[in-house]
């Protein structure tokens, strides 16, 4: 039997559609926002972003050389085309507007505004100049407004990047591919040259450091495979480290995984590259697995080296701990840049709880609705904890839109005017930067990159944007 669609069936009761504010527009926001879309298709959503330009991580965090992970955004702009939908960029919620004031204006609020902080490695020396987050790192080479101040010194011969997750095998690949490859990407430029003015002064190992085995490290077989087929790197693991992490518990890890039997396979081609150490003209990427940060060693406030532990692993498959062995067997690595990726943290944000680095609720819904109060609820790493690819936020997203959805069906909405919005937007200090804004920004981005011999050129600073949108 024929049945009316969820917008039909409101209009026919005379009900007015759904008012849905999203904070945050990267994959998570997206991805929450076309599930809504697709429960009904006349609900208004308007999606706020403290930047002048959308995507997030998707644009912010994306290894430059890696440009068909991108690909995503041709699904999200084709999300912003959708006529119910806004886009308010250059807008802090907080700062600028009050969560509590969304709340009291639209029937639902959805925060997916992702993680901005950072894990710290807690070790004595941490603080030297020439220790940078790989957070603040990435966005630095991929022209993020917040981090074009960073300073580098020259790293010397060597860096090291602690973690062993993809992010950390970008920024290791990253540091040692050849300054024409960097120049192709959309690589802020002034990373390449620094990048390229590194290898030049003698940048030529990067060391890559994982406390456990390699089977209990995040990364996954494409980002390790693609270090083989590299040109100019030769990626290096010891033979009796490799043997080191394959203990009892981790055997029976590896014959469940078949995934980690391949990563198995890879990591072999490495081990016959050991006997080149010496001798090869190649660049060098060297794994490191068993080892902890024990201390940053500076002098005078500035980076020289790091001293590691040799570790063990302990514990049932798949719940095995690393604790520092024999002394005798601690390293130091001398280095000029030292990179840590252990992974980001969640900032608290006025009127959200915390726990575990995610913020507590039920099905994506945080709170409920009250008198004159929209639901609040969260997607994305607020959701989950800051984990996982772009396509985990995918399931959190369904999830999420179930949920609102099936909440706002059981109650009554507000009346809708535009006035508190604009009035809200007017007040704020600064111009909104709509939706068209950003792909004038964007196709400026391509024809600065066309003419450049590059993938795009990004706009790094929001008053460059801002001037360019004549706002």
């Known amino acids: 039997m024929w049945k009316l669609t969820p917008s039909a069936a409101r209009f026919a009761k005379g009900l007015r559609q759904y008012h849905v504010a999203v ?49 995503v955004i041709n699904d999200f702009t084709a999300v912003a085309a959708a006529p119910n939908f806004r886009f308010f960029g250059n807008t802090e ?27 710290r490695l807690g070790i004595p020396g941490e603080d030297a100049f020439g220790v940078v987050g790989a957070p603040a790192f990435v966005k630095w080479y991929n022209s993020h407004p917040d981090y074009q101040e960073l300073q580098f010194n020259p790293p010397g011969e060597a860096a090291v990047v602690v973690g062993q997750g993809n992010v950390a095998l970008d920024v290791a690949r990253l540091l040692l591919r050849s300054p024409p490859d960097l120049h192709a990407t959309d690589m802020d430029s002034k990373a390449v040259e620094a990048i390229t003015g590194w290898q030049k002064a003698g940048l030529r190992t990067v060391h890559i450091v994982g406390r456990r085995g390699f089977i209990q490290a ?6 390790l495979r693609e270090l083989l087929t590299t040109d100019g790197l030769l990626p290096v693991v010891d033979p009796e480290e490799l043997a080191l992490c394959r203990n009892e518990a981790s055997e029976a890890e590896l014959k469940k995984s078949r995934m980690k039997q391949r990563s198995l396979d890879i990591l072999q081609k490495m081990v016959a590259n050991f006997s080149e150490l010496e001798s090869t003209s190649k660049r060098i990427l060297r794994f490191h697995f068993l080892r902890s940060p024990l201390e940053v060693l500076s002098t005078q406030g500035a980076l020289t080296g790091i001293r590691m532990s040799r570790n063990q692993l302990s514990g049932e498959p798949g719940k095995q701990q690393a604790t520092p062995a024999d002394a005798s067997q601690n390293l130091e690595v001398s280095c000029g840049l030292l990179v840590r990726s252990v992974g980001f943290d969640i900032l608290p944000m006025a009127g959200l709880p915390l726990s575990s680095n995610r913020v507590p609720h039920r099905n994506g819904c945080v709170e409920s609705a009250g008198p004159g109060s929209a639901g609040l609820y969260v997607s994305g790493w607020l959701k989950r904890g800051p984990t996982g690819i772009i396509g985990s936020n995918i399931g959190d997203a369904k999830e999420t ?13 507000k009346e809708w005017s535009e006035e508190p919005l604009q009035a809200m937007l007017s007040s704020k200090g600064s111009p909104v930067v709509l939706f068209e804004d950003w792909q004038k920004l964007q196709a400026e981005e391509l024809r ?24």
């Open 23 to 71: 904070v945050g527009s990267g994959p998570a926001g997206f991805y929450t926002s076309k599930f809504l879309l697709k429960k009904d298709e006349s609900m208004k959503i308007d999606m706020f972003e403290r930047l002048p330009t959308p995507f997030g991580l998707v644009r912010f965090g994306v290894a430059p050389d890696h440009p068909e992970v991108k690909n």
């Open 93 to 119: 919620i907080g700062p600028e507007v009050p969560l509590e004031r969304l709340r009291q204006i639209y029937d639902a609020v959805i925060l997916c505004s992702g993680a901005s902080g950072e894990r």
């Open 218 to 223: 995040a990364f996954t077989n494409a980002e």
């Open 401 to 413: 839109a179930e949920k609102v959805w099936k909440d706002l069906s059981e109650q009554t909405t």
């Open 448 to 471: 600065r990159g066309e003419a450049a011999g590059k993938a795009a050129v990004k706009f790094a600073q929001v008053p460059e944007m801002l001037e360019f949108l004549h706002k």
